[in-house]
């Protein structure tokens, strides 16, 4: 499976448009469209698509609301919007309550960039046993703080992984599936270690539904020092 996303040194060419040939490029007329579909398609056109906008209230609709519990000890919230996204949203939220997130890396943590994780092989081609998914590619925009689905070359090919926008990127959009919006703990995605993959990768300690109420996990505690003893202490020495 070809990496999840485009390396940023290839962000010069997200402009590309996928090339295509019409019938009358191909040589070949086009088949005349009646009078009913002329006035469908034009009424399309003349009526614009609607978004909802982003809920920020953590108190609310917490069916959907992503929380991420991550090593720095920081916890990150985000909304989803099926709305959007039907398709991404599930899945999502279905890895989430499977537990498929837990313990996985940012693997893929550009500065300026992005915040990438959902591949538990940690490298950035691995994914669930889940199919992938078709794009449900739309017009809202890549802004700091977006959570967005990683795919391969297809377009059709996102399955588990997703990224944190740190800052705007408009070149992803309309070519990458915007799910979602950071909207709380956007601090705590900008302390998520750097690198490709980072020397101490940020992990998701546990990702869950804000419905299902869990809480934060309790930290490991260091292992106790050993006790030194008068015995110890009194011992031949080798």
């Known amino acids: ?22 019938a009358q490029d191909a040589g070949e007329e086009a088949p005349a469209q009646s009078t009913e579909q002329a006035e469908a398609a034009e009424a399309a056109e003349a009526v614009p698509e609607v978004y909802l906008p982003i809920n920020y209230d953590v108190t609310q609709d917490l069916e959907n609301i992503l929380v991420l519990d991550l090593s720095n000890g920081e ?15 599930e899945r999502v939220k279905t890895l989430a309550r499977q537990g498929f997130y837990d313990g996985v890396i940012f693997h893929r943590v550009i500065d300026g960039f992005m915040a990438q994780t959902g591949d538990p092989t940690g490298t950035g081609q691995g994914g669930s046993e889940l199919p992938d998914l078709k794009e449900e590619f739309n017009r809202m925009p890549h802004l700091r703080g977006t ?12 399955n588990s992984q997703f990224f ?11 070519r990458y599936t ?3 919006r950071v909207i709380s703990g956007m601090d705590a995605v900008d302390k998520i270690a ?21 809480a934060p996990p309790v930290p490991a505690l260091p292992a106790p ?6 015995d110890m202490l009194s011992a031949p020495q080798d």
């Not at 990496?3 to 940023?8: G, M, V």
């Not at 959570?147 to 996102?158: I, N």
């Open 1 to 22: 499976m070809f990496e999840r996303l485009i390396a940023a040194g290839a962000l010069a060419a997200m402009a590309f448009v996928p090339f295509s040939v019409s």
């Open 75 to 89: 916890r990150v919230m985000i909304r989803l919007m099926p709305q959007w996204t039907p398709n991404h949203v």
């Open 147 to 158: 959570v967005s689905m990683a795919r391969a070359q297809t377009e059709d090919s996102a």
């Open 164 to 174: 944190i926008t740190f800052y705007p990127r408009f070149s992803l959009d309309k």
């Open 178 to 180: 915007n799910f979602g």
């Open 194 to 214: 750097r690198g490709e993959p980072p020397a101490n990768p940020t992990r998701i300690l546990q990702a869950s539904i804000a419905a299902d109420g869990k």
């Open 225 to 230: 020092a050993a006790t030194i003893t008068a």
